[in-house]
Nanobody
Framework: QLQLVESGGGLVQPGGSLRLSCAAS????????MGWYRQAPGKQRELVAH???????NYADSVKGRFTISRDNAKNTMYLQMNNLKPEDTAVYYC????????????????WGQGTQVTVSS
């Protein structure tokens, strides 16, 4: 069983930065990509960014140029560096593990973290 634990959320002013972390533990067989999703109140959960085991990345248009996804395989940890945050980035951010990604499309497993709240407000 795979466990995912997010951390790093908080309250930040517009234009500020946060770095989210997702620590993975347990059985990771078949996991070839990981992704960050977010869900704002009253909205559907959306994919923000994903990264493959080979290091290929893909971003939602709304965060391109502001967010950077990365992973440290030795630590089984994935990160999301978020810069120039905007109020519309306010959401609960979730870590996910997936089977892979092809041509920018991410294939999630039903493995989720508990989520971490990001609030961007002055």
């Amino acid at each position: 069983q795979l466990q995912l634990v997010e951390s790093g959320g908080g309250l930040v002013q517009p234009g500020g930065s946060l770095r989210l972390s997702c620590a993975a533990s347990g059985t990771i067989f078949g996991i070839n990509a990981m992704g960050w999703y977010r869900q704002a109140p009253g909205k559907q959960r959306e994919l923000v960014a994903h990264i493959t085991s080979g290091g290929s990345t893909n971003y939602a248009d709304s965060v391109k140029g502001r967010f950077t996804i990365s992973r440290d395989n030795a630590k089984n940890t994935m990160y999301l560096q978020m810069n120039n945050l905007k109020p519309e980035d306010t959401a609960v951010y979730y870590c996910n593990a997936g089977s892979g990604a092809t041509s920018g499309r991410y294939y999630p497993f039903d493995y989720w973290g508990q989520g971490t709240q990001v609030t961007v407000s002055s």
